[in-house]
């Protein structure tokens, strides 16, 4: 079942007043940092529960400070493919469970966050029962959004809000995920749904929430050979955001990003382009939502990749202090040398 | 629109020396287009050669203002889009500064997200439109601090207590509340400005400015009143009215003892108050004393002409 968080409430003002009591600002980027953009803000754990734990850290720095969390299967990351959206509705972190046990640094990060709200995002083979139950059975709120597929599951999480239509939809490859992960940002910060095609045919699920959501302003993310033309006009799609790659598409919508949805032009964020690294390029929606930092990809081997070089380099101008650069994962991920190689790009 | 010989006329009585005036002129493009005549031009420096102090012209009253602007860009840029302004934006005369503190407030409503977005977007485009009519005269962002500024104000108004700290950014509610410490400021800021402009252009552009900082603190107190939080809007309103001096400039979000709204600040006319550029200082700064020069908001002081309380 859902709820409505949208509903007015009167908060009382001791309430209302303690919620800014006690904390600092941590997530804003530093004005003295040392002079000279560079890409010395990495996001990184051991693995990707611990990876997505930092993520969390960096979003909500004050314990107790966060009701509502995003959790997704960190093997299926698939099916949380739209998870920023909805962690976006509620300024949430994106949390990774396994099926049947929750990792003990998820679970000591939810307890961290004071969450009172956990909204699981996939079926009960991505997140079992069981741990719902135990969520439940601790006194939090549990809601889940599931479809019998991936395409289902997306449309369930778009019409998550059931107050404010959403001003922009999103539609991406349900095979091909880079693109919606590259959009992830976005979603997250300016409540835009991401829901799923195939390349030749709109799946029925899309079709219909594309229906019930009757936002106008749909932007195709991908080019052609992941999103066809003819899906496009089914679609009803009104622009589209495609480079030759993955890496360019990126580039696009970082692009996008900062001209007409007021993210940081001073800043840009760096994740792993190779499929095993989605993982952290979702759970790097929040922070670089929350800061307005559009993320790029590097190419699948780790290395940064002629297309994000030379992104870089022609942002050079722009990308400065206090603006940051950001890197999401690991070494493995993004090793050292291309972290080296994209500061080397913008100097 | 301005009217360019309007402009001319203006620039050339308010401008505080030649390269000032010349810079206006260039910024609003009259210099170049021949509008400007050369005996103009003379008149005009004549009128200045024996200026030897600062004179408060309209060039430093509008400098004043972007000065203000800029504080309330990045507060709701920050707040709005968890950044600042881009450097592009921050250039000019004066000491630059970088911002201390701010972040994206984590909301749980879209409808607050929108007022925010929509009040940031007013004060960003504030920020272009007075560097656009300053021209090369604009004065550079100052250093501004978000964070330690917010927290000795709330322990200064009593909202919180010695060795708590309050942070604008950390809910929706404390955002209305940093974001009410502001409006209510400039609304009485821009009001106290208008009679010390010369020209007529810039004071419908201060017109213009003044509205829509009075419907940005129409929405703030409205939703304040809205979430209940009539007492730290009491207490935040009460400072500012003993940092400003003698008189009562400022209302809380209710009147009477039945919680009966007033959503409206003003006098017994039901006009706007007013402050002079000293007295919005004594609030910006945290400080009451004459002949303060910073502090605050500001901690290195503002910059331009109009820098001391």
Redesign the interface.
Known sequence: MTRNHRTARAIGAGAALLVGLGTVAATAAPADAATGFAFDQRIAGTDRYTTAVEASKRLSPMDGTSEDVVIVNGTATVDGLTASYLAGLYSAPILYTQTDSVPAVTAAEITRLGVKNVWIVGGEAQVSAGLEKAWKDSGKEVVRYAGANRYATAAAVAQADENFPPEKVFIASGTSTADALAAGPIAWAKNYPILLTQADSVPAETSAALDALETPTRTVLGGTSVVSDATYASLKATSRLAGTNRQDTATKVADYAVASENFDPQSVGLVGGAAGASADALVAAPVSGAQGVPVLFTDANGSLGATTTTYLTSRKADLAEPGNGWIFGGLTAVPAATAAAATAAVQ | MFKKSLIVDMINRSSTNEAERRTFLKGMGLLSAGAVGAGLLGTAAAQRADAADPVIDDGAILNFALNLEYLEAEFYS?A?????L??SLATGAGTPG??????????????M?YYA?EI??DEVAHVKFLRTALSTTAVSRPAIN??DSFTAAAQAAG??TAG????????E??FL?GAFLFEDVGVTAYKGAAPLLASKEYLGAAAGILAVEAYHAGIVRTLLY???????TGKISDARDSLDGAGDKDQGITVGTGDRANLVPTDANSLAFDRTPQQVLNIVYLNGAAGTTKGGFYPNGLNGVITSS
């Open positions: 920050f709005a889009y968890g950044h600042g881009p450097n970088g911002v201390t503190g701010g972040h994206r407030v984590p909301f749980k409503s879209k409808a997200r977005e940031a977007n978000l964070q909202v919180i708590q700290t309050f942070d604008p950014f950390a809910s509610q404390a509340l809205q979430e209940g939080l009539e007492v730290e």
